[in-house]
């Protein structure tokens, strides 16, 4: 069964610190990864997507790696801010392009305090 | 310049009522599509519609239909909604580029049924 599952559910650090979270999944076949970040009240926003032959992705303080032969992923996030705080979603395609079956982890609810 | 847009941001109805959420990119983008998330946070897609061609349909109940009146627009009416209805809804569109597809969502739609 197709399934992505991401830890901690949730996390609270102070702002500045790091923090990594993470997604395993068991997904065949795989096509790509994403990782999304989902302010409250808000629509989800792509931070980064990585295929078979991507190890690292970066998008500014936001940084993604995937290791495909173990299936696992984490989104590691440097110097935190307030803004920051939001819920971030790991999904994976089992197929290229927009005809992928996309599996949604639920989530990893991130607050940053002061 | 709102890329995707929804309307209504909140709709409360009765049970048994027939409504519509409308959607709207001015993205120029191919493939657009319906997600559900419900009350834990999880986000399932429903549809998605590429050039007018429905590609993905999960097993949602029938009493959902998406039309697509036009490249630019996806719709999705719901009839004589339930209680389990109640959930927020997202819009989002994507463009197949280089063999991957990064999508865009709407703010949602947050659906109550009483």
């Known amino acids: 069964k197709n399934q992505v599952e991401q830890s901690p559910q949730s996390l609270i650090i102070l702002e500045g610190k790091n923090c990594t979270l993470q997604?395993?999944?068991?997904?065949?076949?795989?096509?790509?990864l994403r990782w999304y970040k989902q302010d409250t009240g808000r629509g989800p926003v792509s931070l980064t997507i990585?295929?078979?032959?991507?190890n690292t992705k970066s998008n500014g303080r936001y940084t993604a790696t995937l290791d495909a032969d173990t299936k696992q992923s984490s989104l590691h996030i440097t110097a935190s801010q307030l803004s920051d705080s939001a819920s971030y979603i790991c999904?994976?395609?089992?197929?290229?392009?927009?005809?992928?079956?996309?599996?949604f982890g639920k989530g990893t609810k991130l607050s940053v305090k002061p | 310049d709102t890329a995707v847009s929804q309307t209504p941001k909140y709709l409360v109805t009765q049970m048994g009522n027939d409504k519509s959420i409308k959607c709207e990119q001015n993205?120029?983008?191919?493939?657009m599509y319906w997600y559900k998330q419900d009350s834990k946070k999880f986000l399932k897609i429903m549809f998605s519609?590429?050039?007018?061609?429905?590609?993905i349909n999960e097993t949602v109940p029938n009493r959902f239909s998406p039309k697509s009146p036009d490249k630019a627009h996806l719709n999705l009416h719901i009839n004589s909604l339930e209680l389990g209805d109640s959930a927020v809804y997202f819009c989002?569109?994507?463009?197949?580029?280089?063999?991957?597809?990064?999508?865009?969502f709407g703010p949602g739609t947050r659906l109550t049924v009483t």
């Open positions: 519609y590429n050039n007018k061609e429905l590609i």
């Open positions: 989002a569109s994507s463009q197949l580029r280089r063999g991957l597809d990064e999508q865009y």
């Open positions: 993205l120029g983008h191919d493939t």
């Open positions: 999904v994976v395609s089992t197929k290229g392009g927009s005809q992928g079956n996309l599996i």
């Open positions: 990585m295929t078979f032959s991507e």
């Open positions: 997604c395993n999944y068991t997904v065949s076949p795989f096509s790509n």
